[in-house]
């Protein structure tokens, strides 16, 4: 069981926007600014969507954003487009060295 | 562009060591204070961060809980690599394991293309 939750799927269609949530406690998402957000298609390695809550690295589309409130933290796709399928996890510092991720969500671009 | 080419064997026997190696280009594994990570990922335990190390005037090691006592990471500065050694596999072990480059706090923004490692005798 992952440290933090996530919902096993979402969906939307082209062009839509869509939200994917993750939510733990105080003693990570809630305690740091330190939310990160990769995208991972299938066979291959996940890749960094956003840093630090909502920062964007480099080449990452701006249709690809983040936010948190309290523990829990979201990660919000709009203009939803047909490679943006896959799935998406959530990470968290949470204090002495250690690192927590959730479980997952699976993307279906409808 | 940082690339980390990952090598090692894909079979390992319950009770034997698991070694895998991280080659870095575009980067030194020697950068002062740039973490290298091992993490794997499993149907069962999800994404799970396994270790680092990092250079800043010293070698550090911070190592996860779930597998302290077990786990090595070396750097080799003559190669530009690092390494995993992971004692004693069960297949719980069984995942898929990457390198990485990247703080805790700020994300892994580099990825090996991962190993699929399978603990079976």
């Known amino acids: 069981q992952s440290a933090l939750t996530q919902p096993p799927s979402a969906s939307g269609s082209p062009g839509q926007s869509v939200t994917i949530s993750c939510t733990g406690t105080s003693s990570d998402v809630g305690g740091y600014n330190s939310v990160s957000w990769y995208q991972q298609h299938p066979g291959k390695a996940p890749k960094l969507m956003i840093s630090e809550v909502s920062k964007r690295p480099s080449g990452v589309p701006d249709r690809f954003s983040g936010s948190k409130s309290g523990n829990t933290a979201s990660l919000t796709v709009s203009g939803l487009q047909a490679e943006d399928e896959a799935d998406y996890y959530c990470s968290s510092y949470a204090g002495n060295n250690n690192l927590v991720f959730g479980g997952g969500t699976k993307l279906t671009v409808l | 562009q940082v690339q980390l080419q990952q090598s090692g064997p894909g079979l390992v026997k319950p009770s034997q060591t698991l070694s895998l190696t991280c080659a870095i280009s575009?980067?030194?594994?020697?950068?002062?204070?740039?973490?290298w990570n091992w993490i794997r990922q499993s149907p069962s335990r999800g994404l799970e961060w396994l270790g680092r190390?990092?250079?800043?005037?010293?070698?550090?090691?911070d190592y996860a809980v779930s597998v302290k006592g077990r786990i090595t990471i070396n750097p080799d500065t003559s190669k530009n690599q690092f390494s995993l050694q992971l004692n004693s596999v069960t297949p719980e072990d069984t995942a898929v394991y990457y390198c990485?480059?990247?703080?805790?706090?700020?994300?892994?923004?580099?990825w090996g293309q991962g190993t699929t490692v399978t603990v079976s005798s």
């Open positions: 190390t990092y250079y800043k005037s010293t070698w550090y090691y």
């Open positions: 575009g980067d030194s594994v020697s950068s002062n204070g740039v973490p």
């Open positions: 990485t480059r990247g703080q805790m706090r700020y994300g892994m923004d580099v």
